[in-house]
């Protein structure tokens, strides 16, 4: 049986951007987040460089989805509300040549435990109703549903813009 590869979250580190930009560039990995595909090298970049900045004003905890010194996703702790609260909404984005892989189970279980060794309390999670991936990825990973966000996002494809609801889920850490 093949071995599987192991994925580790690695701090953000601008040498890992060739390797974003590969799969950055890719019009199905953005279908449905706010982002255009990259077009350029430098977007990637500037995506790291940015992480970096965020996470040292402690907006965020966000790390780079490490495996065999490759970069194939980020995810993070976004802090979206005071401290006081402890709780964040959590972010992430697995290239496509890593899904259907464990990497985001792994991932987001090293995720976990750093929320957990902060003293955070719920980790929550929204994301379009209709990224199913995103949504299966979520509810077999331990998040539960809270409920649908009617009409939160403004969407496009090619017959124009709509409203599509939001998924929203939250993992308590008892
Ligand atoms: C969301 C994401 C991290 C999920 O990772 P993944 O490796 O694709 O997840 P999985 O392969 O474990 O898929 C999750 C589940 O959804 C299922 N699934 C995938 N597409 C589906 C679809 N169109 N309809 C129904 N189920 C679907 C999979 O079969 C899997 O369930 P299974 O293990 O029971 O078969 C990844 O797709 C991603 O990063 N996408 C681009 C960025 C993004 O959308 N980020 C989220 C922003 S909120």
Sequence with gaps: ????????LEYPDLN???DLFSYGKLPIFCE??????MIDIS????????LIDQN?????????????RKCVGTMGLIYNRPASHKSALI????????WG?????QALGDLVSIARSKGLIRLEAITRNDNKSSVNALLKNGFETEGILKSYYTAEDEDGIF???AHISSMILT
């Design 32 to 37: 449905f987040i706010d982002a255009e595909p």
């Design 101 to 105: 892989t464990n990497a985001f189970e």
């Design 163 to 165: 409203r599509v609801d």
């Design 16 to 18: 890992y951007a060739e």
């Design 91 to 98: 972010g992430y984005g697995i290239s496509p040549f890593a």
């Design 43 to 50: 977007q990637a970049r500037d995506f790291i460089q940015g």
């Design 56 to 68: 040292r004003r402690q907006e965020k905890d966000y790390y780079l989805v490490v495996s065999n």
């Design 1 to 8: 049986m093949k071995p599987q590869a192991t994925f580790t």
